[in-house]
């Protein structure tokens, strides 16, 4: 239970970084059931800025979403420009993608920004290393996200915020399970597993993800940051996993792609271009409901944007609907036949 209600899951949270997920507005997202929107921290601090959200009345009429908003601390953001930051056990000094000037985060001042923007959920800011990275640098990101983590939560004081933890350790399963039982004596009310989604192997993932999940609570969520991946979501959530977010279904979206249960679908591709049947029909989002095949090629070949959001809207319901259908299975207890119907099923390997 949040402050904006309870979140069923498992769950597929759209990622709106800068306050809106990419073309598509709060009411149509609502209309596909998503039940958590992501915002970023990073981004928001630098523009437009915490005191003009503050004064907006926080994120959610900011941004006119009045269901559960989870703000990511932004650690990965400022590692992921790695050659303009200075890096100590204190904190991160980075410099602005938006006008260069330079910043100084502790984990005090992570929280005070995410306070001040008002989500229901908050990160801890955490040291998300590269990959591939040697294991001395993995285990140096693992002690010092430990101590971030302290940190964080002694410096968090709004009770309607969870503040969750974040593991680290790369795909080293010794280090993985260090950080997963070091926040567990911590104590939070959620965790987050980060460094994923960072170019390491599929296969690599679920074999030190497997542990991670063996080592957390089973009565407290597991958040598997920056997957949304069809197939890795559903093995994931035979792992023990709960809440998933990524960028992916709009980003595929923008290239003229449809998510479907017989795998990718290019909407570029010339044999749609008399198909008057919709995107997938299983699906009942608008866009299946309200266009064809033939009409969304059209925008797409001629880069209008409308195309990008109709996508965007069919892949987001796409993944909010394997949530709700992976929820059935587990509820009727045959998850297991569910997932194995899924990896032999067409589209398994397509994504």
Not at 13 to 39: D, F, Y
Request: some cysteine.
């Amino acid at each position: 239970m949040t402050t904006h209600g309870p979140v069923k899951t498992p769950v597929f949270m759209p990622v709106g970084t800068r306050a809106t997920v990419k073309g598509v507005t709060t009411p149509q997202l609502a209309e596909i059931g998503a039940q958590v929107l992501l915002a970023n921290a990073y981004h928001l601090y630098l523009r437009p800025g915490v005191d003009l959200i503050r004064d907006a009345g926080g994120l959610h009429s900011f941004m006119n979403w009045n269901k559960v908003i989870l703000t990511d601390s932004g650690g990965f953001q400022v590692f992921s420009i790695a050659d303009t930051l200075k890096l100590d056990d204190d904190g991160v000094t980075f410099k602005s993608i938006v006008d260069g000037t330079l910043h100084r985060w502790t984990p005090e001042d992570n929280m005070a920004v995410q306070e001040g923007l008002g989500a229901d959920i908050i990160m801890q800011l955490d040291h998300c290393p590269p990959y591939p990275a040697d294991k001395e640098l993995v285990a140096t990101a693992v002690r010092r996200s430990l101590e971030w983590a302290r940190r964080c939560r002694a410096a968090h004081t709004r009770s309607d915020q969870a503040l969750f933890g974040i593991v680290q350790g790369g795909v080293f399963e010794d280090l993985r399970i260090e950080s997963a039982r070091g926040l567990v004596e911590i104590g939070f009310p959620g965790y987050g597993i980060g460094g994923y989604s960072v170019g390491e192997p599929h296969e690599l993932m679920l074999e030190s993800l497997a542990p991670v999940c063996a080592n957390l609570p089973e009565d407290k969520p597991r958040y598997l940051m920056g997957v949304g991946n069809p197939t890795s979501m559903l093995q994931a959530i035979g792992l023990g996993v709960d809440m998933f977010d990524c960028v992916l279904p709009t980003r595929t979206a923008r290239t003229g792609t449809a998510f479907s249960s017989q795998g990718r679908m290019n909407l570029r591709n010339a044999r749609y271009k008399d198909d008057l049947g919709p995107l997938d029909d299983s699906c009942t989002c608008p866009t299946c409901r309200d266009y064809s095949r033939a009409y969304i090629r059209h925008l797409v070949q001629c880069k209008e944007m409308l195309g990008s959001t109709l996508l965007s809207i069919h892949n987001l319901a796409f993944l909010t609907n394997l949530t709700v259908l992976a929820r059935e299975a587990i509820r009727e207890g045959r998850y297991a036949r569910f997932l194995d119907e899924w990896l032999a099923g067409p589209g398994a390997d397509d994504y």
